[in-house]
């Protein structure tokens, strides 16, 4: 099954619905979001450009469509990182893909939709943030909604330098064309949008994924067309291989006790050695200074096993992320900050969560992204925390910037102003620094006509406070095996069409926010059999009773689900909601792509009906309901009418091609029934009940 995008009207009439009735957006409740405090700045500068906070998806399963950025963005994402983007747009990944239970594993990589499509869920992203900010959905302080985009294209040169892949390039530099595109879908309520200025500058540089074992010659001739080329910033992801395979075996397997990974020393053979990333960045620098651009690394990307584990069946290799990678990102972050100093900004990818992000900000790491964290339990309203930690850190500091937090969080700055400054401003700056109460280092420097020498001295500090997070790392139990082997907790029993523990821990781990909550009326009725007698008679007779016990309810859009299979990891019970739960299509296209599984698709009968197309066990039925008239409902033999009210049968009828014997259960009409409702309840909260009040 293949994503569908919804259109960008669709998906503004669910967010704004949604808003209304449930105070939420794609199902993540105000109380999730990161409200930025007026009296904190956490801004930073990345490529030259301002954001409001230095946190952010990874390019992955939370950066690839129209929603899951929005949702980053409403959690405080300010630097998004998009997935990756390259010339072979129709993979075939492999499923399940993602492995969140303890480290983190996964067998995906680049962008799942098409390129064209993969642009216009960018673009899209990029214009419903906007909009939401006109609107005014949360209280901003001025500048504290600013939000950057970053691609990530790879993996070879060949692949970059095609048409599909360069003009991808050129339109998210200037996507003006794509954006009048897709004004015109700002209609009815939302046309007082439509002439929103919109920056048609939605990236302006470029994160390069290359394959694990790119050559180095490969690396550098790739940064050189982007940067000559493309005219983009570039940030060089490197790989966690740098270290050497005694290094990264001595930490996974010895230090931190991961002893069941298996590493492959051949990805360490054939990946960019440290020589070589020293030399590439060193002649790399000089051309992105003769471009007027910047040059960036990023710590690090996924690290390359063999796979020990039956979860994903077919593929030999897998890769890791989480808790061990953080601690192997965290040591080449430090190695290439002692050898480079503030020359070339570092971002960094690895293990990030609530309890860490903090000090990876005091490192002065720009951007700080995010992925496996936010596949846990609470999904992205897990980003919001890390922010808010922050704040609270910072306030027990007394200082209110980014910058003086990186001075203060671990008091390099107070060790290394004499030696930056001199010994006098230096010394007098670290008994101001050392004092109690709110503080303001920029501003003090500026009284003392100093304010240029500030950049310098958060630069050092971060660099001391990296080298220091680096080694602690490797000595914090949080990050060993011992505090990572537990997987979710299951309670033993199975999933069913209807009715679970109802925890609703599907909905906010999905990427995608395929999976949500439907009300439905409880069913607790005797249903019926239709039979077809060999004279072709139809007899009506009792059968089994049929009951749904609660009204909350959970269902899937297949349009928006990958299969990923988190869903089902933190689910307690057995079976995956996302392959047992009613799974809703967007209409008869998607839903014929997918006949291998059940589900449904909503069609609209004039004047005011619906008629509900389904799978139930293999076996199609479509169910109509138009106002004042008896439901319809049918199989491929079987024609019947029943009371909407009661579910009992009024009458039938036999298609020519039935055979005697045929029976038609009306237990199926009764769930059907119960979710027709359910979605025309529920209105444009859903992405089934939106598509619906679109059309």
Same mark, same amino acid.
């Given at each position: 099954m ?10 503004l009439?669910?967010?704004?619905t949604?808003?209304?009735r449930?105070?939420?957006?794609f199902d993540l ?6 409200t930025p ?23 992955g ?8 950025i ?10 998004v990182?998009l ?19 303890t480290?983190?594993?996964n ?6 939709l ?9 673009v ?11 609107a ?26 095609t ?5 991808f390039?050129?339109?998210m530099c ?13 209609r ?6 439509r002439?929103?200025?919109?920056d048609?500058?939605?990236?302006a ?24 080329e ?12 740098l ?6 075996e ?7 006790g991961?002893e069941?990974?298996?590493?492959d ?20 620098e000089?051309?992105a200074?003769?471009c007027g ?9 996924t ?9 994903f069946?077919n ?9 061990a ?5 965290t ?6 900050r ?5 020359r070339?900004g ?7 969560d609530?309890?860490?992000?903090a ?5 002065d ?12 339990a609470?999904g ?5 925390g890390?922010l808010?930690?922050?704040g609270?850190?910072?306030?027990d500091?007394?200082?209110?910037t980014?910058?003086?937090w990186?001075?203060?969080a671990?008091?390099?700055? %107070? #060790?290394l102003? $004499? +030696?930056?400054?001199g010994a006098?401003?230096?010394?007098? !700056? /670290?008994? @101001?620094?050392?004092? =109690? ?12 006509g100093? %304010? #240029?020498r500030? $950049? +310098? ?8 406070? !990296? /080298?220091? @997070?680096?080694?602690? =790392?490797r000595?914090?139990?949080r990050?060993?095996?011992e ?11 199975k ?24 009300e439905?009326a ?7 059999e ?9 007899e009506?007779r ?14 899937n859009?297949?349009d ?27 209409g008869?296209?998607?839903y ?18 619906w ?27 079987l024609?019947l ?5 009661a579910g ?16 038609l259960p009306t237990?199926?009409?009764l769930a ?7 979605v025309?309840?529920?209105g ?8 619906a009040?679109?059309?």
């Open positions: 293949e994503l569908h995008p919804l259109p960008l009207d669709t998906l009439l669910r967010a704004f949604e808003l209304e449930r105070d939420a957006i409740p105000r109380a999730k979001w990161y405090p007026a009296d904190l700045d956490l801004s930073c500068t990345f490529r030259t450009e301002r954001a409001a906070t230095p946190v952010g998806p990874a390019a399963p939370q950066s690839q469509m129209v929603q899951n929005v949702l980053s963005w409403l959690a405080g994402a300010r630097v990182e997935k990756t983007v390259q010339v072979d747009d129709r993979l075939v990944i492999p499923r399940p893909c993602i492995d969140a239970r480290l983190g594993y067998v995906e990589w680049s962008q799942e098409r390129v064209d499509d993969a642009l216009r869920e960018y899209g992203a990029w214009m419903m943030i906007r909009i939401l900010q006109e005014q959905v949360m209280d901003l302080p001025p500048g504290a909604g600013d939000v950057l985009f970053d691609m990530s294209v790879g993996y070879d040169l060949q692949g970059i330098r048409r599909k892949v360069s003009d390039v050129r339109s200037d996507a003006t064309a794509v954006i009048d595109g897709l004004r015109p879908l700002l009815g309520r939302f046309a007082k949008y002439d929103l200025d919109f048609p500058r939605v990236a540089g470029i994160t390069l994924s290359t394959f694990h074992g790119c050559p180095a010659g490969e690396i550098e001739g790739i940064c050189e067309y982007l940067l000559r493309l005219g983009t910033h570039v940030v060089i992801k490197l790989n966690p291989t270290l050497g395979y005694e290094t990264v001595g930490i996974v397997r010895g230090e931190l991961y069941h990974v298996q590493l020393p051949a990805a360490f053979e054939h990946d960019l050695k440290w020589e070589e990333c020293q030399q590439i960045v060193e002649r790399l000089g051309v200074q003769a651009l910047t040059l960036g690394v990023k710590f690090t990307n690290l390359v096993v063999k796979n020990h584990d039956t979860f069946p593929d030999p290799t897998m890769y890791l992320s989480g808790a990678l953080h601690v192997l990102s040591q080449l972050a430090a190695k290439f002692a050898r480079f100093g503030d070339f570092i971002s960094f990818s690895a293990g990030i609530q309890k860490n992000f000090e990876a900000a005091a490192c790491l720009v951007p700080i992204t995010t992925c496996t964290d936010l596949l846990r609470g992205y309203g897990r980003m919001s890390y808010t930690r922050l609270k850190l910072m306030r500091k007394g200082v209110a980014r910058g003086d990186i001075l203060t671990e008091g390099a700055g %107070a #060790e102003a $004499p +030696e930056v400054l006098e401003l230096g010394g007098k !700056l /670290a008994a @101001y620094l050392g004092e =109690a109460g709110a503080k303001d280092a920029r501003a003090w420097l500026e009284a003392e100093a %304010a #240029e500030y $950049p +310098e001295l958060v630069a050092r500090a971060g660099a001391a406070n !990296l /080298a220091r @997070y680096a080694q602690a =790392a000595q914090d139990p990050y060993g095996f505090k990572n082997k537990k997987p979710p907790r299951k309670v033993g029993s999933l069913w069409l209807f009715d679970c523990i109802s925890c609703d821990k599907c909905v906010p781990v999905c990427p995608n926010d395929a999976n949500f909550t439907l439905i409880p069913i607790d009725q005797a249903s019926e239709v039979v077809l007698g060999d004279d072709r008679a139809i009506v009792a059968a089994m009773r049929y009951t749904a016990e609660r009204s909350h309810q959970l269902a859009f297949a928006w689900c990958n299969e990923c299979g988190n869903c089902d990891v933190f689910c307690p019970e057995d079976g995956g909601p996302y392959v047992i739960k009613p799974r809703f299509f967007s008869e296209a998607s014929r792509e997918a006949p291998q599984h059940d589900g449904f698709y909503l069609e609209r009968v004039l004047p005011d009906g008629r509900m197309r389904g799978r139930i066990d293999g076996l199609e039925y479509t169910l109509v309901r138009v106002g004042g008239q008896p439901d319809r409902f049918e199989d491929d033999s024609a009418e029943l009371d909407p009210e009992t049968v009024l009458g039938a009828r036999p298609f020519f091609r039935a055979k005697p014997g045929h029976v237990w199926r009409y059907m029934r119960a979710l027709l409702q359910a025309l309840d529920a444009a909260v859903t992405p089934v009940g939106a598509l009040a679109v059309e």
